[in-house]
């Protein structure tokens, strides 16, 4: 057991635990925070995604220890922002969501692309998003979703 | 596309899952909450000798066949009741239940589970359909290992192979598939005003209240079951959620708390039902103007160590068995064996993908063979109207597979191409025909199901909707309100369809068999016309509206004679590839999709399920191997069975035609098994063309293309 501190969406927190517990076990079951979703446990799927330091990370991959003063968004914290919005708007105009169990991570990955990359083209945005796999989707729509929040957001990242 | 109901409209669902506000069975909160987690065979075949167990602390319980009470029974009542609740004695299958260990702390259950140890007795496994038909080990089902035969028959097969110029044979097989819904199987069992109450991630509520109150020997009304958000299913949370519910339930009703079983990732793929391997065999007789006069279809699917859906699956799989084409004389035998392997069950397409893979494979390479162009053959060969099916009815869909093609030709360019790729060293395209029966087989609707629905005015001008069959994704929380509002004159957000709860709701049927839209959708769409024509009775004003067979479609089913289905949706894929001769990978350039659905009930949903389902095909003929050994899968981990990402193919274009059917809601007919057939063996075709060798089974990996090419 050991008290982590760090910044969660915007809020410095502390979590006594122990320091090998996942990030994505104590932010969905310390913090409550079940945008955060599991569907691998390992590192391969993506629907775990957090922002960490503004890099896109598994949280089931990184333990507790290791956020020790970063930064940590989750979807909790950017679904009321402003560009949580209009990505998640642009999400349902394009048809992006099916059953949504990868969504809350796409959303966390788009966020991640178009701050470093305002206007992607579909390869870019393919590649940005092949860490996050979708069952439903085939893709396609989500590509489209990002597309439209990169034309509609061109002012915001 | 025309009709109004097509045009698009934002799903009801979208924000809150994009958000993460939506609730999955594993975000919900339970006070006193215990964690459960089976215990289960690691033999295929084996007897039970003793079963070790540490001592367990208090408030730790060891569930298994002896907490059933003496009113229930160790059968899960699913279509058959063989699939046992706990094994008893002897185990069938690796992954089998034995036991539940369950108590307040996860860890603490996974250590006890670590320390029990079991005694067996190994017997011999029977794996591969050859060990299944020599009963290698003596049967694991009845007296001979098979779950269902069947014997369809069309025209005097024997007299026209007697007349036939030429004859030729293929042999083709396809693998496991694992569903891979992102959401792991989940349910939480709980104890509420003296009833279990089954909270779960499934596409059938009424599925596991009759399996729960079967196995616990209680009136169905007993029994509680709520939907949960659902986060994909394809099949996989048909009927396997009740191979969870029941054991769940016993223990749950042993200690009357809140207990969740919900799977990792790598119990999911390890120990879940997968898709149907098959081994399909086709004898094709020919005149000599290379017409078809004659086929004969051997089907063989593996339906592993408990029969469930399998005769179904199976019936599926031969009724879609000579695929778009007339054949005036056929065969088609379908036989289901039984294995000590994981038990076989639905997942999208419900053997419809093995047959049609089959039957496109073969036709494409009867024209190599003649030397004839793939699309003429097939074309020349296509059912039409009226044409005499292998069920011994008439084909009733008008079928618009001649103006689909010319569609999918103009899209794809598929006619130039083929010529320009002939003698091309690495390209190739590939094109499938395929349609797919919606609802369920035959008189299913009428004597099976019997579907009802019901709606009620409520306050504030709202209307609400009461049906059995779910949202998992596929967009039914939008459809189905779009298809009420259209007839109330309600905007959709009035609409008020929460996730079903058998206490409220009536028994619709199931979500499966692509009849969500198509069969229980219409019956919503009479229910509203109802509800309007009393509309202004007042607020609690309610209608209900259960099915009923049209008349013109007859089904005899102790002989699988008359309309199998009432209506078809129909679909062409094209799939252009490179491949690499030195690693022999592929590469897929493009992918094209044509289909008739009747009309979509909205577009943009419809592309969803066009891209997704025919990605997830794509998966299925390429990269998805799922392969056994002794008994056990190989692939444990999304590692090691790995699905599409977004890079591995390019975008889908896909195109709808009008074709509205009369008894689907504004036209429509089922889609979301369709999007699935086609691209299988477009795919595989796709390959032999750029390879010039012929591709017999799926997936094709490179290791299949490497032996080919050295064959
Ligand atoms: S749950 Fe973290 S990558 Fe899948
Ligand atoms: S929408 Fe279901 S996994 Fe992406």
């Known amino acids: 057991m050991k008290e982590i501190k760090f910044i969660l969406n915007g809020k410095e927190v502390s979590v006594e635990a122990d320091p090998l517990k996942r990030l994505l076990d104590v932010l969905r079951e310390d913090k409550r925070m079940t945008g955060v979703k599991e569907g691998c446990g390992e590192g391969e799927c993506g629907a775990c995604s957090v922002l960490m330091n503004g890099v896109l990370v598994n949280s089931c991959m990184i333990p507790l220890g290791a956020v020790e003063e970063a930064e940590i968004v989750t979807p909790e914290g950017i679904r009321e922002t402003e560009k949580g919005k209009l990505i998640i708007d642009a999400f349902g105009d394009a048809g992006a969501v099916q059953c949504g169990f990868c969504t809350p991570g796409m959303m966390m990955a788009t966020e991640a692309l178009l701050t470093i990359n305002k206007t992607p083209e579909e390869e870019e945005i393919r590649e940005a998003l092949s860490g996050n796999l979708c069952r439903c989707t085939g893709y396609d729509l989500i590509v489209k979703g990002v597309q439209i929040a990169s034309e509609r957001g061109k002012d915001l990242w | ?711």
């Open chain 2, 1 to 711: 596309m025309g009709a109004k109901i097509s045009i698009p409209v934002r799903r009801i669902d979208a924000k809150e899952k994009a958000g993460g506000w939506a609730k999955y069975i594993g975000d919900y909160e339970f006070d006193n909450l215990q964690h459960g987690r089976f215990l289960r065979s690691e033999r295929a075949r084996a007897k039970i000798i003793e079963i070790k167990k540490p001592v367990f602390p208090e408030g730790y319980y060891y569930v298994d066949a002896s907490d059933i009470p003496s009113s229930g029974k160790n059968n899960i009542q699913m279509i058959k009741d063989d699939w046992r609740v706990f094994a008893v004695d002897e185990v069938r299958y690796i992954g089998e239940t034995i036991a539940i260990i369950l108590g307040p702390d996860k860890q603490k259950v996974l250590d006890l589970l670590n320390e029990i140890e079991i005694i067996y007795e190994d017997l011999i496994p029977a794996f591969t359909f050859d060990d299944a038909l020599a009963c290698k080990g003596g049967a694991v089902h009845g007296t001979d290992n098979i779950f269902a035969e069947y014997l369809l028959n069309v025209g005097n097969t024997d007299n026209a192979f007697k007349n036939a110029d030429k004859i030729i044979e293929g042999k083709y097989e396809t693998g496991f598939q694992e569903h891979l819904y992102m959401e792991t199987q989940g349910l939480v069992g709980t104890w509420e005003d003296g009833k279990i109450t089954m909270y779960a991630s499934a596409q059938c509520p009424f599925y596991i209240r009759k399996s729960v109150a079967g196995t616990l020997g209680v009136p169905l009304g007993d029994i509680r079951v709520r939907q949960v958000t659902t986060g994909g299913a394809f099949g996989g949370k048909e009927h396997f959620p009740d191979v969870i519910a029941t054991p769940l339930a016993v223990a749950v009703n042993k200690i009357k708390k809140p207990i969740s079983m919900i799977y990792d990732r790598i119990e999911d793929i390890s120990f879940t039902c997968k898709r149907h391997p098959s081994k399909i065999t086709i004898k094709t007789g020919l005149d000599k103007d290379n017409n078809i006069i004659a086929m004969e279809i051997d089907t063989l699917v593996n339906g592993g160590a408990y029969e469930s859906s399998t005769p179904i699956v199976l019936q599926r799989a031969i009724l879609h068995g000579l695929g778009v084409y007339n054949i005036p004389n056929a065969r088609i035998l379908g036989r289901a064996v039984a294995t000590n392997t994981f038990p076989s069950d639905a997942y999208r397409g419900f053997g419809a993908p093995q047959g049609l893979f089959a039957i496109e494979m073969h036709m494409s390479h009867i024209a190599d063979e003649l030397g004839l162009d793939t699309s003429d053959f097939k074309r020349k060969h296509f059912i039409k109207t009226n044409d005499i099916t292998i069920t011994n009815s008439k084909m009733h869909d008008d079928v618009k597979l001649e103006e689909m093609f010319a569609k999918i030709d103009e899209m794809s360019d598929y006619s130039s191409k083929v010529k320009k790729y002939a003698n091309d060293p690495v390209k190739g395209i590939g094109i499938a025909f395929v349609n797919h029966g919606g609802g369920f087989t035959g008189n299913g609707e009428q004597v099976v199901i019997q579907g009802v629905v019901k709606m009620k005015r409520l306050d504030d001008g709202k209307a609400g909707l009461y049906v059995s069959v779910v949202e998992m994704g596929q967009g039914l929380q939008t459809t189905m309100r779009k298809i009420a509002a259209g007839e109330l004159g309600l905007s959709i957000e009035d609409v008020v369809y929460d996730n079903p709860d058998t206490d409220i709701v009536p028994d619709s049927g199931p979500t499966c068999a692509s009849r969500s839209i198509m069969v229980v959708g219409f019956l919503v769409q009479e229910c509203a016309k109802k509800l309007k024509a009393k509309w202004e009775e007042g607020v609690g004003t309610e209608a209900t509206h259960q099915y009923v067979h049209p008349e013109e479609f007859v089904w005899e089913q102790e002989t699988l004679q008359g309309d199998a289905y009432p209506a078809y949706g129909w679909g062409i894929n094209v799939v252009e590839v490179e491949y690499d001769p030195v690693t022999f990978e592929v590469k897929t350039e493009g992918v094209w999709a044509v289909w008739d659905v009747g009309v979509a009930i909205d577009e943009t949903i419809m592309q969803g399920q066009s891209s997704g389902g025919i990605i997830q095909a794509l998966g299925y003929a390429s990269i998805e191997k799922c392969e056994l050994k002794n008994g056990a899968f190989m692939q444990h981990t999304m590692a090691d069975y790995t699905i599409p990402t977004s890079l591995d193919f390019p975008k889908v274009e896909t195109v709808f035609i009008d074709n509205p059917y009369k008894y689907g809601p504004s036209g429509a007919k089922g889609a979301g098994e369709l999007v699935f057939d086609a691209a299988p063996p477009a795919y595989a075709e796709a390959v032999q063309n750029a390879i010039g060798k012929r591709i017999y089974d799926i997936p094709v990996t490179p290791e299949m293309i490497m032996e080919a090419l050295n064959k």
